[in-house]
């Protein structure tokens, strides 16, 4: 499969792209364009802005539905922009640098030489317009709103409604053609924070990888996501084992495993024992005192 695009409603495009067969967005205004997400590096950014320079030659601004690399680490090929994200870019930076040699590690073992290289030269640019809560922005003649969510798969989603096309581009809160990773998730509140993304039935939902579907996709998703859930929760509360939740998750061994060991990674400690009270002073016991009091009399001549 080699990038594309795909109009999924009028002015809103799906840019397909062949690694890790990612889903990117663009939602055109009157005045302005959305970029949504930017890719996995400088290299694979420019030849999106390059893509997105033949649908429209408005000024872009760029919003960010996760802080996994391969979400936003294309974005210095769009120049000085305002970047939107619910995860500030201290956090941003941080985790993005540890991801960025993680990332060129793995590639490197196995034998990819040139995307490594790729990711380890990408410049990081972090958000710089936090979205808490929601935010309509004004494209000019339409509104998209960005939408604070979570916790769910990270601990900063974000994903974008375009109401009047009927489109929700959702991230990696839903997947589509491999199962949901859960590294860095939330087992527990993730189908809560999709069933709540759901509430306004958008006709077309965009996944972060695979293809673009509709809101009845999404709903047998978000049932997979509380099942695995409630898979978690009943091995932790000793109800089923951990083989037979492997045997029964929707999304496979793998992804149960992972988010198994993501709940027990979240659950805190046990509290600790309180200590022992000091012993007492060694002694004899105190003295029992009864006391059988009689305070009446009784008139026999009565």
Same mark, same amino acid.
């Given at each position: 499969?080699s990038?594309?695009?795909?109009?999924?409603a009028?002015?809103?495009?799906?840019?397909?792209?062949?690694?890790?067969?990612?889903?990117?967005?663009?939602?055109?205004?009157?005045?302005?364009?959305?970029?949504?997400?930017?890719?996995?590096?400088a290299?694979a950014?420019?030849a999106?802005?390059?893509a997105?320079?033949?649908?429209?030659?408005?000024?872009?601004q760029?919003a960010?539905?996760?802080?996994?690399?391969?979400?936003?680490?294309?974005?210095?090929a769009?120049?000085?922009?305002?970047?939107?994200a619910?995860?500030?870019?201290?956090?941003?930076?941080?985790?993005?640098?540890?991801?960025?040699?993680?990332?060129?590690?793995?590639?490197?073992?196995?034998?990819?030489?040139?995307?490594?290289?790729?990711?380890a030269?990408?410049?990081?640019?972090?958000?710089?317009?936090?979205?808490?809560?929601a935010?309509?922005?004004?494209?000019?003649?339409?509104?998209?709103?960005?939408?604070?969510?979570?916790?769910?798969?990270?601990?900063?989603?974000?994903?974008v409604?375009?109401p009047?096309?009927?489109?929700?581009f959702?991230?990696?809160?839903?997947?589509?053609g !491999? #199962? %949901?990773?859960?590294?860095? =998730?939330?087992p527990?509140?993730? @189908?809560?924070?999709v069933?709540? *993304?759901?509430?306004?039935?958008?006709?077309?939902?965009?996944p972060?990888?695979?293809d673009?579907?509709?809101?009845?996709?999404?709903?047998?998703?978000?049932?997979?996501?509380?099942?695995?859930?409630?898979?978690?929760?009943?091995?932790?509360?000793?109800?089923?084992?951990?083989?037979e939740?492997?045997?029964?998750?929707?999304?496979?061994?793998?992804a149960?495993?992972?988010?198994?060991?993501?709940?027990?990674?979240?659950?805190?400690?046990?509290?600790?024992? !309180? #200590? %022992?009270?000091?012993?007492? =002073?060694q002694?004899?016991?105190? @003295?029992?005192?009864?006391?059988d *009091?009689?305070d009446?009399?009784i008139d026999?001549?009565?």
């Amino acid at each position: 499969m080699s990038d594309r695009w795909i109009e999924v409603a009028d002015k809103v495009w799906v840019r397909r792209m062949e690694e890790l067969d990612q889903s990117l967005g663009l939602v055109i205004g009157e005045e302005c364009c959305l970029v949504i997400d930017t890719g996995v590096s400088a290299d694979a950014g420019y030849a999106f802005a390059t893509a997105v320079r033949e649908l429209t030659d408005l000024p872009w601004q760029v919003a960010y539905t996760h802080d996994h690399f391969d979400h936003w680490f294309g974005t210095a090929a769009f120049g000085e922009s305002a970047v939107w994200a619910a995860g500030d870019g201290a956090t941003y930076l941080s985790r993005g640098d540890e991801q960025r040699k993680r990332w060129a590690a793995k590639y490197r073992g196995q034998g990819r030489e040139e995307e490594a290289r790729r990711i380890a030269r990408s410049r990081l640019v972090p958000p710089n317009c936090r979205v808490n809560g929601a935010v309509g922005l004004n494209l000019g003649g339409r509104t998209v709103v960005l939408r604070q969510v979570g916790p769910a798969h990270s601990d900063n989603d974000m994903v974008v409604e375009v109401p009047d096309a009927g489109v929700l581009f959702a991230g990696d809160l839903l997947e589509g053609g !491999a #199962p %949901p990773s859960y590294g860095s =998730a939330f087992p527990y509140e993730w @189908p809560q924070a999709v069933e709540y *993304l759901l509430s306004w039935k958008p006709p077309i939902v965009v996944p972060g990888h695979g293809d673009p579907a509709d809101y009845w996709w999404a709903r047998t998703q978000a049932r997979d996501l509380a099942e695995v859930a409630r898979l978690c929760r009943e091995v932790a509360q000793g109800f089923v084992t951990k083989e037979e939740a492997l045997a029964h998750s929707p999304f496979g061994a793998e992804a149960m495993t992972a988010a198994l060991e993501r709940c027990e990674a979240l659950t805190p400690p046990p509290p600790e024992p !309180a #200590p %022992p009270a000091p012993a007492a =002073a060694q002694g004899p016991p105190p @003295p029992v005192i009864v006391y059988d *009091l009689f305070d009446y009399s009784i008139d026999m001549t009565r």
